[in-house]
């Protein structure tokens, strides 16, 4: 993916990701269903694997977005924390292809799971998350 597209896709979400608050807040709103096609986008991962992280299905994801229906509460507050991460993940790496190597290994400070398996929940973004923040700080023991 060009930087460019990486770039306008942080900046389309950036008021909405810019902490906890702004993402309950805004996940309150509902986020458009094109939000899926930008986590597509980012993590470069298929349709069927981002519709695994939301519990649905590539028919559904295909379908919200036909119909431009808003996403629920949780999978926008879902899509946000995502879209939050890929961009935390992008700056401590550097780059957001070094991100999406380092999400499909197991990770040590993550008990040996691979951190886009653990992607599926809040929770789960939030180890994740903490993970990146103690790789960035160089706390790896």
């Given at each position: 993916m060009l930087i460019q597209e990486e770039a306008?896709?942080?900046a389309k979400y950036d008021s909405q990701i810019r902490d906890n608050i702004s993402i309950v807040f805004n996940a309150r709103k509902g986020l458009s269903s094109k939000a899926y096609y930008d986590i597509i986008m980012l993590s470069g991962f298929k349709k069927e694997q981002i519709a695994q992280l939301f519990n649905t299905s590539a028919k559904t994801i295909t379908r919200y977005t036909q119909?431009?229906?808003n996403l629920d509460i949780?999978?926008?507050e879902h899509a946000l924390k995502i879209i939050a991460l890929f961009r935390k993940g992008t700056e401590i790496f550097g780059e957001l292809e070094a991100f999406r190597r380092w999400i499909q290994k197991p990770a040590y400070g993550l008990g040996w799971q691979v951190p886009f398996e653990l992607?599926?929940?809040s929770g789960g973004i939030e180890l994740v998350l903490e993970e990146l923040i103690r790789i960035e700080f160089g706390d790896l023991a």
């Open positions: 306008a896709i942080y119909e431009d229906k949780v999978s926008s992607m599926e929940t």
